[in-house]
T-cell receptor
Framework: GAVVSQHPSRVICKSGTSVKIECRSL??????MFWYRQFPKKSLMLMAT?????????EQGVEKDKFLINHASLTLSTLTVTSAHPEDSSFYIC????????????FGPGTRLTVL | AQKITQTQPGMFVQEKEAVTLDCTYD???????LFWYKQPSSGEMIFLIY??????QNATEGRYSLNFQKARKSANLVISASQLGDSAMYFC?????????????FGSGTQLTVLP
């Protein structure tokens, strides 16, 4: 299956700093990428849908200015957590859908963010 | 109302036995897709199986099969001949409608433990 990478896999930062997480589709073009947040032992909650070349669509309750999403190319989307606080600590997962098929949605390995 | 319901927070199965993980869904859209993902402790989401709402036959992928009962709006995952490596969190998900921007909605998950 197609491969989606995320970087970094784990990040620890101080409160107030900004953290950028990259999501790349390695062997396919993804017009749409999705960003999820997952708390321990909980389900994945969609944060936003990212379309290449346009503004992301955020889910209700997700702060746009807090979680900046950029989808600059067909293979790269970034999530920046601005002025991170301990409550932003979570597991962030990106996902990409291949342009040619609507069925499979491929997930990155996730990024564990810990804000001290 | 919950779109995806997984009523079993935890399940145990003996190695080499079969196990069924329950999933019910709610949608008024005639076009939808149902997915099952496996999430081991490493965090990566692994796609297992897909069932389209118009598919006449139940989907099968190796040891995984999807028991699709459209009238009951259920899409249970059956894992045959369980292996120790099957121990993981399992998520049922649904995508309503068509188009690459349609997002997945996840259930709360079932933690499966395979006993030796």
């Amino acid at each position: 299956g197609a491969v989606v990478s995320q970087h970094p896999s784990r990040v620890i930062c101080k409160s107030g700093t900004s953290v950028k997480i990259e999501c790349r589709s390695l062997d396919f073009q993804a017009t749409t990428m999705f960003w999820y947040r997952q708390f321990p032992k909980k389900s994945l909650m969609l944060m936003a849908t990212s379309n290449e070349g346009s503004k992301a669509t955020y889910e209700q309750g997700v702060e746009k200015d807090k979680f900046l999403i950029n989808h600059a190319s067909l293979t790269l989307s970034t999530l920046t957590v601005t002025s991170a606080h301990p409550e932003d600590s979570s597991f962030y997962i990106c996902s990409a859908r291949e342009q040619r098929t609507f069925n499979e949605q491929f997930f990155g390995p996730g990024t564990r963010l810990t804000v001290l | 109302a919950q779109k995806i319901t997984q009523t079993q927070p935890g399940m145990f199965v003996q190695e080499k036995e079969a196990v069924t993980l329950d999933c019910t869904y709610d949608t008024s859209d005639p076009s939808y897709g149902l997915f099952w993902y496996k999430q081991p402790s490493s965090g990566e989401m692994i796609f297992l199986i897909y069932q389209g709402s118009y598919d006449q036959q139940n989907a099968t992928e190796g040891r995984y099969s999807l028991n699709f009962q459209k009238a009951r709006k259920s899409a249970n995952l059956v894992i045959s001949a369980s292996q120790l490596g099957d121990s993981a969190m399992y998520f049922c998900a649904m995508r309503e409608g068509w188009g690459s921007a349609r997002q997945l909605t996840f259930g709360s998950g079932t933690q499966l433990t395979v006993l030796p």
